[in-house]
T-cell receptor
């Protein structure tokens, strides 16, 4: 059973607002990831982290930023939300060892920017 | 680069029908292969995995065999249930890429009673 939590589950917000999507895991995993899932279902990696104070941009360019101050916490921030940011955002984590390469996913945050 | 191609959906079936979802991959090296499932309103869950050629992953009646010669990892289930309605993602990861997953586009499956 995966223990990775995302809040809020749903968020409707106006253009220009600053938002933070929360992601926390209680498994002690070093590696964490953010994916953006478009309405066509395709998943795109937008950020990842291999540990505290480590953050990298993913394959899809994103205006969002992330931080990793604590192992268990990997929040994603949009400084000024726009309608083009409307999407589902999925957080995931995995163990450090490549051999244990299973990613565990949160339930997602569905963001709508009006 | 690395990529995963899976059949487009939606796939609509009757209960107890046989399900196959095709997945092929392109990778530099020897990837590990995965099937993830996303039930409505939820995140992704690992369904099964295979880490080397000829390995068979299985779970909840689903099976997939890692075929290096055809670079494929097709998902099969002999008798589907309504509860199998979900989106299925094929994915790969490479040691050289750490744990970063490369996903296919997803296949929506709808099982009707």
């Amino acid at each position: 059973e995966a223990d990775i939590y995302q809040t809020p589950r749903y968020l409707v917000i106006g253009t220009g607002k600053k938002i933070t999507l929360e992601c926390s895991q209680t498994m002690g995993h070093d590696k964490m990831y953010w994916y953006q899932q478009d309405p066509g279902m395709e998943l795109h990696l937008i950020h990842y982290s291999y540990g505290v104070n480590s953050t990298e941009k993913g394959d899809l360019s994103s205006e969002s930023t992330v931080s990793r101050i604590r192992t268990e916490h990997f929040p994603l921030t949009l400084e000024s939300a726009r309608p083009s940011h409307t999407s589902q955002y999925l957080c995931a984590s995995s163990e450090r060892e490549v051999a244990k390469n299973i990613q565990y996913f949160g339930a997602g945050t569905r963001l709508s920017v009006l | 680069g690395n990529s995963v191609t899976q059949m487009e959906g939606p796939v609509t079936l009757s209960e107890e029908a046989f399900l196959t979802i095709n997945c092929t991959y392109t990778a530099t090296g020897y990837p590990s292969l995965f099937w993830y499932v996303q039930y409505p309103g939820e995140g992704l869950q690992l369904l099964l995995k295979a880490t080397k050629a000829d390995d068979k992953g299985s779970n909840k009646g689903f099976e997939a065999t890692y075929r290096k010669e055809t670079t494929s990892f097709h998902l099969e289930k002999g008798s589907v249930q309504v509860s199998d309605s979900a989106v299925y993602f094929c994915a790969l990861t490479l040691k050289a890429a750490g744990n970063k997953l490369t996903f296919g586009g997803g296949t929506r499956v709808l099982v009707k009673p």
